[in-house]
Every structure is written in C-alpha cells, then in structure tokens.
C-alpha cells in the first residue's frame, strides 16, 4: 500500500550495513589494561573539555552505555568507531 505521503506503516525497509559487511570489520578483544579503550589509570588534569568528552566516549560503548572491560570483544567499523561486538552483530 502506498499512499500520497510515501510508504505505509505497514512497509518495512533494511537501512544499514548487511550482516556480511559488518562481520568484515576488524573484531578483536580487549587483553590489557593498557588497551586504548579501557579508561586511564592516572588522572591527568586539563582544561580542554573536548579532550575529556573523547576520552569518556571511548571508555564506553555507544550502543549499550556499558564501559569497556578487559576480555570485552570489540568490533571496529570503517570509520574507526568501536562498539561491543553483541551491540553491533
């Protein structure tokens, strides 16, 4: 049914990357507490607020809101952004 304001309710429609486009993106696990995601460990004082927003945004995912742990499987998309590997699949 389509009506003169486009698809109905009814229509569903796929937007996004395919299954097999995203399990071609880089899939790892998080081993060491040095890991890029998980949240530092010494606390660093600065002025730039920008700087704290990045570093609060890669300690957590995304999707979920659950911060990264050590043994957590992460998948990296082409625009570098990392979620959950479950949050994503």
């Not at 600065?46 to 659950?66: F, G, V």
Request: proline share 8%.
């Amino acid at each position: 049914f389509q009506d003169d304001n486009g698809p109905s309710f009814l229509t569903t429609t796929t937007i996004g990357a395919t299954d097999g486009q995203i399990n071609r993106c880089p899939q790892r696990t998080i081993l060491t507490p040095q890991d890029n995601l998980l949240p530092l460990t010494t606390t660093t004082t600065t002025n730039n607020t920008s700087s704290i927003q990045q570093q609060q945004q890669r300690t957590t995912c995304a999707i979920c809101l659950e911060p990264y742990r050590i043994n957590n499987c992460v998948r990296t998309l082409p625009c570098f952004h990392t979620f959950h590997t479950p949050c994503i699949d």
